[in-house]
T-cell receptor, first 113, second 116 residues
């Protein structure tokens, strides 16, 4: 079974500062890893994903994440926070041959002007 | 890109009545769809996996008779909340498996159900 850990339910960041959201996973086989963003009363939008290949993945809106197998991590970063980045962010994991996504508890990002 | 349309976006119903939520894949065929429930300030909880033409697979603790799922075609899955109670009030989100899509999964915009 796979699981995802996201620490710190609320993350406050100043506008223009680095955004760092941590995600650790457990999986018995090589995972597929995802980051999603959710705005209030909306569904989930894919930010980026890792399946195979390059471990540094670039996504939309200036976000990127790095898959580190040795640390079982897939942390999400953005160099400079924008007010529009205020939202809920979810890390998720699945594995080849298994359709199901397992989600972390999410991080509510607040951007301070 | 792949789009999943979910309707209605909001619904208010009286206790004891049933509510149907639709999830349609607009430009691709979805043999597998997922239904999630999201409580306030919480993550997504997988309720069931529906496969076109067969019975849905429910997660442990989810009442099959209360949350009826039908996936009669490759583009439509429905979730019916039967005999709704206030504790069923929640945000419900569907997702479709799209092998060709950028993420492999495309999510609907969600349905806010309020039972009064």
């Amino acid at each position: 079974a796979q699981s995802v850990t996201q620490l710190g339910s609320h993350v406050s960041v100043s506008e223009g500062a680095l955004v760092l959201l941590r995600c650790n996973y457990s999986s018995s086989v090589p995972p597929y890893l995802f980051w999603y963003v959710q705005y209030p009363n909306q569904g989930l939008q894919l930010l980026l994903k890792y399946t195979t290949g390059a471990t540094l993945v670039k996504g939309i809106n200036g976000f990127e994440a790095e898959f580190k197998k040795s640390e079982t991590s897939f942390h999400l970063t953005k160099p400079s926070a924008h007010m529009s980045d205020a939202a809920e962010y979810f890390c998720a994991v699945s594995r080849y041959g298994n359709n199901r996504l397992a989600f972390g508890k999410g991080n509510q990002v607040v951007v301070i002007p | 890109g792949a789009v999943v349309s979910q309707h209605p976006s909001r619904v208010i119903c009286k206790s004891g009545t049933s509510v149907k939520i639709e999830c349609r894949s607009l430009d691709f065929q979805a043999t597998t769809m997922f239904w999630y429930r999201q409580f306030p300030k919480k993550s997504l909880m997988l309720m069931a996996t529906s496969n076109e033409g067969s019975k849905a697979t429910y997660e442990q603790g989810v009442e099959k008779d209360k949350f009826l799922i039908n996936h009669a075609s490759l583009t439509l899955s429905t979730l019916t909340v039967t005999s709704a109670h206030p504790e069923d009030s929640s945000f419900y989100i569907c997702s479709a498996r799209d092998e060709q899509g950028p993420g492999g999964y495309t999510f609907g915009s969600g349905t806010r159900l309020t039972v009064v």
